[in-house]
C-alpha cells in the first residue's frame, strides 16, 4: 500500500512539473493585455536579440519616431525564409529626438489569426503598457502591406 502511494506521488509531481515548464512556454493569445504581460514578465523582450541587420538604436522614419530599437524573440530569428514562423514577436521601442520612449509597437505572427494579411497581430502600448491601438488596424497594415513579400517586415531582409 506504501509503495503504490509513492508511486501516486511521484506520478503526481511529474506531471505537475511538467505542465509547468509547458505553460511557461506557451505563446498568448490574440490579445493586446496578454502580449503585454507576456514581453514584459514571462519572457521579457529586453532579453531577446536583433535582426542582424538592424541592431541596436537605429534612426526611425514616420510615423514610429526619430529613432528606435527592434527586439526579436526567438522564432523570428530563426526563421531564415518569408514568413517567419508561427509565435515570432518583434517589438519596437519608439524614441523622440531627445531619446525618450514614446511608444512600444508590437508585431506578433498568430496561426489563422489574419491569414489574408500574414497572420500578423498588430499592436501599440505606451512605455506603461496602456493599450493605444491593437488587432487589424487598417494603418499598420497598409504601410506594412507593402512590403508582403518579406512578410510585412521593413526593417529587416530575409534575402
Ligand atoms: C506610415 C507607415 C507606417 C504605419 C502606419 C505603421 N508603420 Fe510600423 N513601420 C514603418 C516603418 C517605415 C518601419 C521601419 C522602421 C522605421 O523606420 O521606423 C516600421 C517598423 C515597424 C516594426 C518593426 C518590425 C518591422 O520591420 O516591420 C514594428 C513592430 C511596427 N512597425 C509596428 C507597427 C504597428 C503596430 C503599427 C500600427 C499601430 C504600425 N507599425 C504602423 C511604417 C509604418
New binding site residues.
Partial sequence: MKKHCLIVMIITCVVVLYSGVALAEEKPGADAKELWNYITTVDPYTEWGF?PD?KGL????????AG?K?F?NSAGLNSKMPPAAYGTI???E?YSPDEKLMSI???YKVSGYNPSDGDWF???YSPDGTV???GK?A??????GT?AAND?????DFN
Avoid: Y
Fill in positions: 535582426w538592424h537605429q534612426p526611425g522614419r514616420s510615423p514610429h519616431g528606435h527592434v526579436v518583434e517589438v519596437k519608439n509597437t508590437v508585431m498588430w499592436a501599440k493605444d491601438k491593437s488596424p494603418g499598420c497594415i497598409g504601410c506594412h512590403r510585412f517586415i521593413l526593417v529587416h
